[in-house]
Each structure stands twice: as C-alpha cells, then as structure tokens.
C-alpha cells in the first residue's frame, strides 16, 4: 500500500472536543459562548471503522455532519458499483450540508477513510439555529459558494485534463497547494492504494500507474515499495497545468 511522503511532515494533532471545533466551523464562528456550549451539547457524536458507510446517498437526512477526528470521504457511486471520491475531508469539515438547508435527503454517501469520529447537529436544531441567528446563512452561502467553485474545478480537470494532470494535482492537493478535492485533511494521501488514486481522479488503476510512472520518470515523485514520495512540487505543478498551454 504506497503511502505518501512529504519533507516536511507534521505529527498528527491530537483530537479536539466538539466545543473546540464547532467554534472552527464557519457557520458557527460567530455564535456567542453560551449558544456555542448548547450547540456542543446538541451534537451527536458517532464512531466508525474504516471502510463503514456513514451516509448513505437519497436516505433520509439526519442533520449536518462534521468530522471530529479522521477523514471522511465523500462519494457518488454508479449502478454497477463503482465508486467516484468528490472529497476528502479531515477534522472541522462538515458534509451534508446541502441536504439539511433544501430539507432533502443525503446529498452524497460518506465512507470512513480509517478510524474516525464524526458529530452530527440534528436537522431541527440547525433550523432554529438559523432562524435566530442570520449570521449562519450568510456564513453557508460562503462556503457553499466556495465548494461549488472546487466543483467546477473538479468538472474542469474529468473534461480538459488528462489523467497524469489529474494525479499530479490530486498529489499536490496532499500537500495543500489545491483544495478543490482535499478539505482540511493534510493527510489525505498518507496511505492510498492506486486503486483509491483512480477512484479520485476518475480513471483506473492500470492507467493511473501510467500516469505515475510517467510523473516519476520526470523525477517529480519516486516511488517506493511502500509510498509515494514527492521529490519537486514545481514539476508537479507543470504537469497539473500542462493542459493549458
């Protein structure tokens, strides 16, 4: 299973209680520290194992989600099964967001990466939220704007780019130079089989190893037994363009 390696790795931070992040979210960064305290009691707080489906796409929709701790990513699979990433999101990032403000069911599926804790705010009690507090639909439409932009890009990359641009801007998204895919999970691509590449980058397996054999050849990356190493960021960077030109 390649991992990826980065020069300047950081130690994984410690898990935050949700009183702690609630305040990081967007919605909720404006909210005064007593309705701050009610929201984290409200929040509903579940534990996964890697691979358990949290939500599963057209199901009913319980509230909106956010991660405490782990990754979680989002997904959009096909009749036959197969399985396309439109995120991977780390500790602070909500989902379900567009089902609990249209009142319709789960938007996407969510699919544990590993370990992971998530919470949940109960859909009635982000509608009063938002009833008496106005700051928190302005501060959606922000991020909601901000997600349909990094969709567009995602729209952009499966219809212009080819499929080493798409791996190459997917890697750089590991290290945080685009965020279109990865949300505040700096480590997304720690472990990631090819398979999960493909999967992310809508392709297959097969060509996505073209696709990184090519990158290593550039002398881009190096791949060992067991990780992929990103040697020039730079090199990358030409490759996630190389369509433009």
Not at 164 to 179: E, F, Q, Y
Not at 188 to 194: L, M, N, S, W
Not at 228 to 238: F, S, T, V
Request: net charge neutral.
């Amino acid at each position: 299973m390649p991992h990826l390696h980065l020069h300047d790795d950081k130690a994984i931070g410690t898990p935050q209680r949700p009183a702690d992040l609630l305040r990081q979210i967007p919605y909720f960064a404006e909210l005064d520290a007593p309705t701050l305290s009610e929201l984290a009691h409200a929040v509903r707080r579940r534990e996964v194992q890697p691979g358990e489906h949290i939500l599963t796409e057209g199901e009913k929709c319980l509230g909106l989600y956010f991660v405490l701790d782990g990754q979680v990513r989002l997904v959009k699979t096909s009749a036959d099964g197969r399985e396309h990433v439109l995120r991977v999101l780390g500790p602070g990032a909500t989902f379900n967001d567009i089902a609990v403000f249209d009142g319709g069911p789960n938007s996407d599926g969510a699919v544990a990466v590993g370990p992971t804790k998530v919470g949940y705010v109960p859909t009635a009690t982000m509608v009063r939220l938002i009833e008496r507090h106005p700051a928190i639909a302005n501060a959606a439409l922000k991020l909601l704007s901000q997600r349909q932009r990094s969709l567009g890009n995602v729209v952009k990359d499966l219809a212009l780019r080819d499929v080493t641009a798409r791996v190459a801007r997917l890697l750089l998204g590991c290290i945080g130079h685009h965020h279109h895919i990865v949300e505040k999970a700096d480590f997304a691509c720690a472990r990631i089989t090819h398979q999960e590449i493909a999967t992310m980058v809508g392709s297959v397996r097969e060509v996505v190893q073209r696709a990184l054999k090519e990158l290593e050849r550039d002398g881009a990356i190096a791949l060992e037994r067991s990780r992929i190493d990103i040697r020039e960021p730079k090199k990358l960077e030409r490759w996630a363009h190389a369509d433009e030109s």
